[in-house]
């Protein structure tokens, strides 16, 4: 079994700034990309935020370039979203998410972290 626990949300005005962290355990061989997944305005929906390999290639949505940044820590194998210049449309839950392989390749979630914008 694979954890992955998530911190750092909360509630912060338009123009601040978040970093959330994520930290996955249990029976892991590697883990191959990890990112960051945020509820979209439908029901199950689920968008990528934002994406990064094990080698440290990155990859973002359009809508967060330029204002948040993914980085990781294999050796803790934590992820960290660095979240700037925060807008009120970035209020939604966000999810983070391991593909692991222990020895089989699968996703993993975490359970979820609120992050609202609001003055």
């Known amino acids: 079994q694979v954890q992955l626990v998530e911190s750092g949300g909360g509630l912060v005005q338009p123009g601040g700034s978040l970093r959330l962290s994520c930290a996955a355990s249990g029976s892991i061989f590697s883990i191959n990309a990890m990112g960051w997944y945020r509820q979209g305005p439908g029901k199950g929906e689920r968008e990528l935020v934002a994406?990064?390999?094990?080698?440290?290639?990155?990859n973002f949505a359009d809508s967060v370039k330029g204002r948040f940044t993914i980085s990781r820590d294999n050796a803790k194998n934590t992820v960290y979203l660095q979240m700037d210049s925060l807008k009120p449309e970035d209020t939604t839950v966000y999810y983070c998410?391991?593909?692991?392989?222990?020895?089989?390749?699968?996703?993993?979630w975490g359970q979820g972290t609120q992050v609202t914008v609001s003055s």
């Open positions: 998410n391991a593909l692991v392989s222990n020895p089989t390749r699968r996703h993993y």
């Open positions: 994406t990064i390999s094990s080698g440290g290639s990155t």
